[in-house]
C-alpha cells in the first residue's frame, strides 16, 4: 500500500509497481531523460551539515546550477527568498535534505500551484548498503537506474539527476535501489532528494 | 466522488455548483488529487477506514462569500469545517472531525486590514499567517512586535480561536484579542465588543462592549466562522535581557517554581519559561547508563549526585524579561534576590539584546519566537523518517509539588501501557499561559495500523489518568475531542450540555464543525455520542 507521504507527495496515482533495478528498466543512454525539457529550477536546496549534501552541492556547482545551503531550517530561504518568488510566479525547486525542510517546503508550495513531481527515499542501512526508494516519472526511474553502480557517489549522481526532472508532470512510478554504500560519518540515516514544480491544474491561493 | 454523509449525490452536485457560483468555479475542489491535500498529515489514522476524508472543499475570498457558503450549506444540509492556514498540526491539521465535510479554506482571505503602532493592535482576516504579518510589520516599520505561534506558518486567527499559546508577554493568544467579526450558523454577520457599535472608534481597544461578553463561544467553536479579528500587538521593547537559574536538588523544584508563580503573577516576569532538567536531554555516559539499569532506578541522591559531579543543577529555569534596559535589568536582580534562599542556586545571565535587532544579528537568538520573530527552525530539528506525532496537553498546577505528582503519574502510566519513557517525562512544563503549567507529550505517528490502534488507546488512557487527577487538556487533537471532553464532566455533563443547548439554537441544521470538542448537532448527537 503507497503511505501517505508518499500519497501526499506525489499526488497522482502511483503505478504501484515497486520496479527494482533488476526488472529490466534499462538506463537512458545519454542526454536529458527522453529528451523531456527540464523543470527550470529557481534553487537547488542542499544541507551545509551532511557531507552527502555537500557532496550534491558540488556537482550542482559544477553544473551551474543556483544553489542554497541550510542547516536544517529554511525560515531565512523562505522568509527572505521564496515567499516573494513564488508570489510573482511559481517556479521550480530542488534539493537534497532531511525530511523536515521538504514537508515545510512541500506544503508552502501548495498554496503556490506546486507539487512534489520526484521524490527519492535515501536511507542507511547497518548493513552497510543504502536503501534508495524514488517516486517519480518512469523518465526519471529510467534515469536513475545507475543509481545502483554509484556507491559513495550516489548524491552527485542525485545531483545530476535533479537537474533533469521533466517540466511536464507524468503519472507516478515507483522503484527501489539497494546498493553497497558505506555512511558518511557526518551524514543522518535518512535523506530525501526532491524536486518541487509547478502544476498546471493546481490552484494558486497567495495573493502577489 | 466523496460525498458529505446523508447528502444524496443529487444534492451534493447542485450544492457544488451553487458553490462555484459564489466564490468562482476554480474555488472549489472535488477532485481527490485536490482534496487529499487537506488530509491530516498526522494523521492517528493512517491506512484506516476511520480517517476522516473530506469530500470536498471551498475557498471563499471574502465574508460576502463566507455567508454564501454558509447559507448553501444550510440549504442542502452539508457540514462545513473551517480551517484558516490549516497548520494545525499534532491537533487535527486542515482535516474535519467528520469525514465527507466539506473544508470550508480561509486562506485566501490573508488581507492585513491595520496595524496601528501607537496604539498597538492589528486587525486581520484569518488567512494572514504569523509571517504575513511580520513581514507587513517590518515592510511598514513599524515599532510592534507579534507573537508567533512555533511554527510560525499558521494563522494568527486560527490559533487564537484554538486557544493557542506563544511565548512573549502576548503569549496568550486568545487573551491577546480584541473584537471579532462572525458569520453565525445562519449566514448573517455579526461584531463583538466595540465593533457592534457602527463607526465605532475601539473595537481593537476595549474588548467587551456592552452586554455578556460572548466572544469565548468562537473559541473551540462551532457556533460561528471568525473573518475577522482583533489583537493587541506589544510595543516593541528596548531591551530582552535571559537570565538562568538553576538549583541542585529534586525538591529545590517547589520553592524554584513557587518563586517563578511569585515573579509571574507580579508581572515581573511575562513571557514563556519552562521547567527543564539536564537528565530530560543528556547523552547518557557509561555511569548515568549503569544508574538508570539498577534495579527500581537510581535513587534521587545519587542523581543529584551525578549532577553535581558534572556541576549541572537538577532542574533549572530561564527567566525572559522584556523592557527598558535598566528595568530588566532590575527585574532580573530582584529574581535573584527572590531565589537566593535555596541553598546551593546559581544564576546564569544571559546577553542583553537592544532593539530593533539589526538583521545581520539574528543568528544570535536561539529561538527567535521568543523575541516576536516567526520561524519554522523546528522542522530543523532533525530525525529520521517522522510521519508526524499528536499532542497530549493537559494543564497542572504551576507548584513544584504539582509537577512532581504529574511527574510520578505520567511515569506510571507510561510503564503500565508498556511505552518508553525518558528519564524524565516531557517538553516543559511550560508558562505559555498565566497562573499554571502546560505539559506537552508527543505521542509518535506510525506507519503501522496496529501502533497507531495502540497509541490512540493509551492516549484516551492518559486523559483518563490525567482527568483522575485533576488535570485537563487545553486542546486536542480531533481523534480525541470527544474522549476529552467526557471528562470535563461536573454535574453530569452540565458543560456539554449548555453548549448542546447553544448549538442547537444557533445551528439547527448541524452545519458548521459538527463534532468539534465532542459537541454534536441535535441531527448527529445520538449516531456519534
Known amino acids: 500500500m503507497a503511505s501517505r507521504r508518499e500519497f501526499l507527495q506525489i499526488g497522482v496515482a502511483a503505478l504501484a509497481l515497486p520496479i527494482s533495478a533488476r526488472t529490466g528498466l534499462t538506463p537512458a543512454v545519454s542526454g536529458p531523460a527522453n529528451q523531456s525539457v527540464p523543470t527550470p529550477l529557481y534553487k537547488v536546496i542542499f544541507d551545509q551539515r551532511f557531507l552527502s549534501s555537500l ?100 548524491s552527485s549522481r542525485m545531483a545530476t539527476l535533479l537537474t533533469r526532472c521533466p517540466a511536464n508532470r507524468a503519472q507516478a512510478s515507483k522503484m527501489t535501489v539497494v546498493t553497497p554504500t558505506a555512511r558518511q560519518p557526518e551524514d543522518p540515516e535518512h535523506l530525501v532528494s526532491w524536486v518541487i514544480a509547478p502544476v498546471g491544474a493546481a490552484r494558486k491561493f497567495s495573493r502577489s | 466522488m466523496r460525498l458529505p454523509p446523508g447528502v444524496s449525490s443529487a444534492d451534493f452536485s447542485e450544492a457544488v455548483k451553487q458553490l462555484q457560483d459564489a466564490v468562482g468555479p476554480e474555488w472549489v475542489f472535488t477532485s481527490d488529487e485536490d482534496v487529499d491535500l487537506y488530509r491530516d498529515s498526522y494523521s492517528p489514522f493512517w491506512h484506516e477506514q476511520e480517517e476522516p476524508i473530506p469530500s470536498a472543499a471551498v475557498a471563499p475570498d471574502g465574508v460576502e462569500q463566507v455567508q454564501a457558503v454558509v447559507r448553501i450549506a444550510n440549504r442542502y444540509k452539508i457540514p462545513l469545517w473551517t480551517i484558516s492556514t490549516g497548520k494545525n498540526l499534532g491537533y487535527g491539521g486542515s482535516a474535519p472531525l467528520l469525514g465527507g465535510s466539506v473544508v470550508l479554506d480561509l486562506k485566501r482571505m490573508n488581507r492585513v486590514l491595520e496595524v496601528n503602532d501607537k496604539n498597538h493592535y492589528a486587525l486581520v482576516e484569518p488567512g494572514v499567517s504569523y509571517f504575513d504579518l511580520y513581514r507587513y510589520i517590518q515592510d511598514h516599520k513599524l515599532k510592534v512586535w507579534i507573537d508567533p505561534a512555533d511554527p510560525g506558518w499558521g494563522s494568527l486567527i486560527g490559533n487564537a480561536v484554538d486557544r493557542g499559546g506563544g511565548r512573549t508577554p502576548m503569549r496568550d493568544h486568545f487573551d491577546a484579542h480584541c473584537g471579532m467579526e462572525v458569520v453565525l450558523p445562519n449566514g448573517e454577520v455579526m461584531r463583538t465588543g466595540m465593533g457592534a457599535l457602527p463607526n465605532s472608534k475601539t473595537w481593537q481597544q476595549y474588548r467587551y462592549g456592552f452586554g455578556p461578553y460572548v466572544n469565548g463561544m468562537f473559541s473551540q467553536s462551532s457556533l460561528g466562522v471568525v473573518t475577522k479579528m482583533g489583537f493587541w500587538l506589544f510595543p516593541e521593547p528596548e531591551a530582552y535581557l535571559t537570565g538562568t537559574v538553576s538549583v541542585p536538588k529534586r525538591d529545590d523544584l517547589v520553592p524554584l517554581v513557587a518563586g517563578l508563580a511569585y515573579l509571574m503573577n507580579s508581572s515581573i516576569v511575562l513571557g514563556t519559561t519552562s521547567v527543564a532538567s539536564p537528565l530530560s536531554f543528556l547523552r547518557p555516559d557509561a555511569e548515568l547508563t549503569a544508574l538508570r539499569a539498577k534495579p527500581g532506578g537510581p535513587s534521587t541522591q545519587e542523581m543529584e549526585h551525578y549532577l553535581q559531579e558534572k556541576n549541572l543543577g537538577y532542574w533549572s529555569i530561564e527567566l525572559p524579561f522584556y523592557g527598558p534596559a535598566k528595568v530588566v535589568t532590575a527585574q532580573w536582580e530582584y529574581a535573584k534576590e527572590k531565589f537566593s534562599g535555596i541553598e546551593g542556586v546559581t544564576f546564569k545571565e544571559g546577553a542583553m539584546h537592544r532593539f530593533p535587532v539589526d538583521p545581520n544579528d539574528l543568528p544570535q537568538f536561539q529561538n527567535s519566537v521568543a523575541v516576536g520573530i516567526p520561524s519554522l527552525s523546528v522542522f530543523g530539528v532533525g530525525g529520521g523518517r517522522s510521519e508526524g506525532h499528536v499532542w497530549f496537553s493537559p494543564i497542572v498546577p504551576m507548584t513544584g509539588e504539582a509537577v512532581l505528582e504529574a511527574q510520578q503519574v505520567f511515569n506510571d502510566a507510561y510503564r503500565e501501557m508498556g511505552m518508553p519513557i525518558g528519564p524524565l517525562f516531557f517538553l516543559g512544563p511550560a508558562s505559555n499561559y498565566p497562573r499554571c503549567f502546560l505539559v506537552l507529550f508527543g505521542f509518535p505517528i506510525e506507519h503501522d495500523v496496529e501502533k497507531n490502534k495502540k497509541n490512540r488507546e493509551n492516549f484516551k488512557r492518559l486523559i483518563k489518568v490525567a482527568a483522575e487527577h485533576g488535570w485537563g487538556e487545553y486542546r486536542t487533537h480531533t481523534a480525541f475531542m470527544e474522549t476529552v471532553m467526557d471528562t470535563y464532566s461536573f454535574n453530569n455533563h452540565a458543560l456539554r450540555r449548555f453548549h448542546e443547548t447553544v448549538k442547537d439554537a444557533l445551528d439547527p441544521n448541524g452545519i458548521l464543525s459538527p463534532g468539534k470538542c465532542g459537541i454534536w448537532p441535535k441531527n448527529m448527537r445520538k449516531a456519534n455520542a
Open chain 1, 55 to 154: 557532496a550534491f552541492a558540488g556537482e550542482l556547482r559544477r553544473l551551474g546550477a543556483p544553489i542554497y545551503g541550510i542547516k536544517g531550517d529554511i525560515t531565512d530561504l523562505w522568509f527572505h527568498d521564496l515567499d516573494a518568488r513564488w508570489k510573482r510566479e511559481p517556479i521550480g525547486i530542488a534539493g537534497l535534505t532531511e525530511h523536515g525542510p521538504l514537508f515545510c517546503l512541500e506544503r508552502l508550495a501548495w498554496d503556490h500551484g506546486m507539487r512534489v513531481v520526484y521524490r527519492a527515499d535515501h536511507t542507511y542501512r547497518p548493513d552497510g548498503y543504502m536503501e534508495h526508494e524514488l517516486t517519480g516519472s518512469e523518465e526519471m526511474l529510467r534515469e536513475a537506474v545507475d543509481l545502483s553502480s554509484s556507491g559513495a557517489n550516489w
